[in-house]
């Protein structure tokens, strides 16, 4: 088995992984010739289909208008042997409807915990007016790729103790 092969997460490993983690690294095709990296909170589906939230004029959303293919990453770990990630090739959507826009940010705030399944009622007319200037991004995902170090023994690990 390749060492690639040994270190890739499962589905359920990557589910997991993305349900456990707050932030996530968007990487868009800036006009400038320049991957443009942004740190976002965002909610994801059990098909791995990721939601956020962002202003309607920022620079993310102006690159996804010019070019929808971005590249997102959840990582974690401190030492070689605990390095964790699942980076997706994905296909951006703008959406402007207000309660997709609603939608979405309550995705966001129930993955960060700041809000509960049911509290969707109650929070409708703050989560509305919070959305007035937003809108929601979709990515539906055509390639992941994944790595779990942890999984690796022996020789690797100790390349960089």
């Given at each position: 088995?390749?060492?690639?092969?040994?270190?890739?997460?499962?589905?359920?490993e990557i589910r997991d992984f993305l349900h456990a983690s707050?932030?996530?690294?968007?990487?868009?095709?800036?006009?400038?010739?320049?991957?443009?990296?942004?740190?976002?909170?965002?909610?994801?589906?059990?098909?791995?289909?990721?939601?956020?939230?962002?202003?309607?004029?920022?620079?993310?959303?102006?690159?996804?208008?010019?070019?929808?293919?971005?590249?997102?990453?959840?990582?974690?770990?401190?030492?070689?042997?605990?390095?964790?990630?699942?980076?997706?090739?994905?296909?951006?959507?703008?959406?402007?409807?207000?309660?997709?826009?609603v939608d979405a940010m309550f995705k966001v705030s129930v993955?960060?915990?700041?809000?509960?399944?049911?509290?969707?009622?109650?929070?409708?007319?703050?989560?509305?007016?919070?959305?007035?200037?937003?809108?929601?991004?979709?990515?539906?995902?055509?390639?992941?790729?994944?790595?779990?170090?942890?999984?690796l023994t022996g020789s690797h690990t100790r390349l960089y103790?």
């Amino acid at each position: 088995m390749s060492l690639r092969d040994r270190i890739r997460m499962t589905d359920e490993e990557i589910r997991d992984f993305l349900h456990a983690s707050r932030t996530m690294i968007i990487v868009s095709n800036g006009n400038n010739g320049y991957p443009h990296a942004m740190p976002m909170w965002f909610a994801v589906d059990d098909d791995n289909t990721v939601h956020m939230t962002t202003y309607g004029k920022s620079q993310k959303v102006n690159n996804i208008k010019r070019d929808p293919r971005v590249t997102l990453l959840v990582e974690s770990g401190d030492r070689y042997e605990e390095l964790k990630g699942v980076m997706m090739y994905a296909r951006a959507e703008i959406i402007e409807d207000p309660e997709a826009k609603v939608d979405a940010m309550f995705k966001v705030s129930v993955a960060r915990g700041d809000m509960k399944a049911d509290q969707r009622a109650g929070a409708a007319g703050q989560l509305v007016q919070a959305t007035a200037k937003r809108v929601a991004l979709r990515f539906t995902p055509e390639k992941i790729v994944s790595w779990d170090h942890s999984k690796l023994t022996g020789s690797h690990t100790r390349l960089y103790e």
